[in-house]
């Protein structure tokens, strides 16, 4: 009697609990840095939660990271490709394959991470159509301006001569090369060896990330002035952005916009710029600020990026002075601007 009644209360339990919903679409989400960057937790995860929200449920991604799906410079590839639907990709780790989009990467021009998202975005977007024309891009999420961090002490551009230089993309390689230093390229999560095994003599890196990829005991110099930005993208797999229902797309383009790559990109830059504190409070490093001379004497060696990347663009059929002014409108609008 008593397994009849329990039957029965399962039954009943069934019935009236309803149906358990697996989501309409399933995404995978593919990125390099560890788990626990702050990348992760501040700019994706309340992403995809607002996509999940947005979309009653429908929309679900499942995020790979640490380079679980593939290796950081192959991250366009693998949303080009369908290896994942959505990849956290880095430009600049192929050298020359989207000058367009170098120019960002040209030391003195944004000057912060927040705003200079939404403008970064702005002035994008439509270029994206044509660079990067075989994904759909989504979001930029650059970090907070970065600088020089080194075993030595760095104060202007003659002292990168016969040093080893980790740089931060392409565009800072070319720049090393031109200053008499020699590029060391790896990807962020690479780091920490090349400059521990003594294959690096420093490195472009944002200030924080020092020590989330705990290169804080081996870089004691660093040189406090805003410097230069790398940016990464959300970029989607055509085909499953173009699978979607119009509704899901429209959930996707609601949250592929300026004013997400801004909200994105907050958490990562305010924890970015805490690094620096922690630098200056303790007594094992030191910080260099330059004097106003010195900073143009920065400014007047990275002239030369701007040549080179006015041949690179010219090179495509672009028209650079065209570009460059609507870079540089979108971020005085948006108060990103470097003075």
Not at 85 to 94: A, E, K, L, R, S
Not at 264 to 269: E, M, N, P, R
């Amino acid at each position: 009697m008593k397994l009849i009644i329990a039957a029965a209360a399962a039954a009943l339990l069934a019935a009236t609990a309803g149906p358990v919903t697996a989501a309409e679409v399933e995404l995978r989400l593919a990125h390099w840095l560890p788990p626990t960057h702050p990348v992760q937790p501040l700019g994706m995860e309340p992403w995809i939660e607002s996509i999940r929200q947005a979309s009653d449920g429908r929309i679900n991604m499942t995020i790979y990271p640490a380079s679980q799906l593939g290796a950081a410079p192959d991250h366009y590839d693998m949303a080009r490709d369908g290896i994942a639907d959505i990849t956290y990709t880095n430009p600049g780790y192929q050298a020359g394959r989207f000058p367009v989009y170098g120019l960002a990467e040209i030391p003195f021009h944004v000057a912060n991470a927040k705003s200079g998202a939404k403008a970064l975005h702005e002035w994008y977007a439509p270029l994206a159509e044509t660079e990067m024309a075989d994904v759909k891009f989504c979001l930029i999420n650059p970090h907070d301006p970065g600088t020089i961090h080194s075993k030595d002490p760095i104060k202007v551009p003659a002292d990168i001569a016969g040093k080893n230089i980790r740089p931060a993309h392409a565009t800072m390689a070319r720049f090393v090369s031109q200053l008499g230093g020699a590029s060391v390229q790896v990807p962020a999560p690479e780091a920490r060896e090349a400059i521990t095994k003594g294959t690096a003599d420093a490195m472009t890196f944002p200030w924080n990330s020092i020590y989330i990829f705990g290169i804080d005991a081996a870089t004691k110099h660093h040189l406090d002035m805003p410097f230069y930005i790398s940016s990464q993208m959300l970029l989607f797999n055509k085909a499953t952005y173009d699978g979607m229902s119009e509704e899901n797309r429209k959930v996707i383009d609601d949250h592929c916009t300026p004013e997400w790559s801004e909200k994105f990109s907050i958490g990562w830059a305010d924890n970015e710029y805490s690094g620096r504190q922690k630098m200056i409070d303790s007594p094992d490093h030191t910080l260099y600020e330059p004097t106003a001379e010195e900073v143009q004497l920065w400014r007047d060696a990275a002239e030369p990026l701007m040549d080179a990347w006015r041949a690179d663009v010219t090179a495509k059929g672009g028209d650079p002075d065209a570009i460059y002014s609507s870079y540089v409108e979108a971020l005085k609008r948006n108060d990103a601007l470097y003075e």
